[in-house]
């Protein structure tokens, strides 16, 4: 996909990296956009830091499983290419995100049910628990980090690859309908346009609205200081 317009990367535990991937795949789509999808692990990222120490209990198992949904998804590019991949990261995150409650994350269940959506042989699974993949993904994380620099996380846009910059974010919680989306899409696209754009930002911010945290779209989610796992431990 060297014709992409963006590359999207993405782990696929992070809720608002999923909330922003569907913002993308409407603009996407009424743009007729050529989005590349990409990966960045949560888990890889920090791999220096006890998780014990400054991570609520249930960060290193969710950012585990997304280092190893991801390992599928290297599995499959490594097969077919890139194509596949927003198929796969759509039906994951369906699963992950967009029902009640939540399945296990990173099971096989989970893994060849997408693959099933994708048409991929269920024994792509395998990949799960084959950590010989890490070298793809860490090398893939380096990259979109050395596009924005290390105090991120993710989602991470690169706008107009290869020369155009590329931002963390942007992070939302709701999903705006389909003319705000396009708003949003052309204010976030001039920004990094601008060479002297570093940053903007607030940490006050609701909920993601989706299912898995028991709010429904159209609702407005607990105003909280809530990170949800979207970026790294600062050092």
């Not at 993601?208 to 990170?227: I, M, N, R, T, Y």
């Amino acid at each position: 996909m060297a014709d992409a317009d963006l590359h999207f990367y993405f782990d696929p535990v992070c809720p608002f990296a999923w909330m922003t991937s569907k913002w993308v795949r409407t603009v996407a789509e009424r743009k007729s956009y050529a989005v590349e999808w990409r990966f960045i692990s949560l888990r890889l990222l920090n791999a220096h830091i006890d998780y014990d120490a400054h991570f609520p209990p249930e960060y290193e198992a969710s950012h585990t499983a997304g280092l190893k949904l991801l390992r599928v998804a290297a599995r499959i590019r490594a097969e077919h290419g890139a194509g596949p991949i927003g198929t796969y990261y759509r039906a994951v995150g369906e699963q992950t995100f967009e029902r009640s409650s939540r399945p296990e994350g990173g099971t096989r269940e989970l893994a060849t049910t997408a693959l099933s959506t994708c048409d991929l042989p269920a024994e792509y699974a395998d990949a799960l628990e084959d950590p010989s993949w890490d070298t793809v993904i860490q090398a893939e994380t380096d990259q979109a980090l050395s596009l924005t620099g290390k105090d991120v996380g993710t989602p991470i846009l690169h706008f107009e690859p290869p020369n155009g910059t590329a931002l963390f974010g942007p992070v939302i919680s709701r999903l705006p309908g389909d003319d705000e989306a396009l708003e949003l899409w052309e204010h976030v696209v001039a920004l990094s346009r601008f060479p002297g754009f570093a940053e903007l930002k607030r940490s006050l911010r609701e909920q993601p609205q989706l299912a898995s945290f028991g709010v429904q779209s159209g609702e407005v989610g607990k105003q909280e200081d809530w990170h949800g796992g979207s970026r790294r431990q600062k050092k």
